[in-house]
């Protein structure tokens, strides 16, 4: 191959990479609904003919598994011990989305040599270029693992409730991701709002201080209403989209993802996702 041929063979490469989007949820401040969301954008997402991948990243205390109740007896640990194959730990959920769980297997990247980490890093991107849209459902708060998955993604959407605690946690967040230089778009979603229009000046107050502050945009990623079907749904393990198609929260979500769609996120030039997190590691 010469080196026009080659040249071309890369950027051919890179596009495909580049043509998955990766959006990661997160929150100051926990229990304030990432995981349930996370796991019906997944579904709303996947509904509209996309390949989607939830990844959780909630490294040991993740829940993707319950609420979508799937058996997640394998995770990435034992693909990073080289007992399991990527493929062989994926779970195939509701509506076809893949359910990956890292467990606690982030944490051993630093105990294994350059081969494995290779080895690792190759699965994961043959799995992003074969994915329209990776969703990362983040533990709260603002750990270094937290931000190095957040600040590796395209978006990200910051949680909160109407509560001022989470309020002021979400704009820590927020600013974190400014201090690191986040290039990509955040978005804000109010959960559990009383009314829209509470959500809404929620969202306002947030993105007003933001700018003011921080001088940087912070986007509406959509408003959902506090509600018992959801509660409903996490006892019953069936995603609340799915379990009540026709609830005002379902359309809440559904526009979200609607919105999601629609919004043409710049996407990160250099490197897979899954390389972009792993570098912040080291
Ligand atoms: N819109 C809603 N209305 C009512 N209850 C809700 C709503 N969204 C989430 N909940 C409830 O809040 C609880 C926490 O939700 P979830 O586990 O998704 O939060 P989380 O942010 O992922 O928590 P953690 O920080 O522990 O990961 C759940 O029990 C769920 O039933
Ligand atoms: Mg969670």
Same mark, same amino acid.
């Given at each position: ?6 040249? %071309? ?209 912070? %986007? ?23 379990? %009540? ?38």
């Amino acid at each position: 191959m010469n080196c026009k041929d080659a040249k %071309y063979l890369e950027s051919v490469m890179s596009a495909q990479s580049q043509k998955t989007r990766v959006i990661a949820i997160t929150s100051g401040k926990g229990g304030v609904g990432k995981t349930n969301i996370a796991a019906n954008l997944a579904i709303c997402l996947a509904a509209s003919n996309k390949k989607v991948v939830l990844f959780d990243a909630d490294l040991g205390l993740g829940n993707i598994d319950v609420i979508m109740n799937i058996n997640s007896r394998y995770n990435l640990t034992q693909v990073i011990s080289g007992q399991k194959e990527l493929h062989e730990i994926i779970n195939i959920a509701h509506a076809g989305v893949d359910v990956i769980c890292a467990g606690s297997g982030i944490a051993e990247l630093a105990n294994i040599n350059q081969f494995q980490l290779q080895r690792l890093i190759d699965e994961l991107e043959e799995l992003e270029n074969n994915t329209d849209i990776l969703i990362i459902d983040t533990g709260a708060g603002i750990s270094n693992t937290v931000m190095n998955f957040c600040t590796a993604a395209d978006n990200v959407l910051v949680v909160t409730t109407p509560e001022p605690t989470a309020m002021t946690d979400a704009y820590a967040m927020i600013k974190v991701l400014a201090a690191r230089n986040f290039d990509g778009r955040i978005s804000l979603v109010v959960n559990m709002a009383n009314s829209i229009p509470e959500g809404k000046r929620i969202y306002r107050q947030v993105a007003d201080v933001a700018m003011r502050f921080l001088n940087l945009p912070v %986007y509406e990623a959509g408003i959902i209403c506090k509600n018992d079907q959801v509660t409903k749904s996490v006892k019953s393990r069936k995603p609340v989209v799915l379990n %009540y198609p026709k609830a005002k929260v379902t359309s809440e979500i559904a526009a979200m993802a609607a919105r999601l769609s629609r919004n043409q996120t710049p996407m990160k030039k250099k490197n897979s996702f899954f390389k972009r997190v792993v570098n912040c590691f080291f």
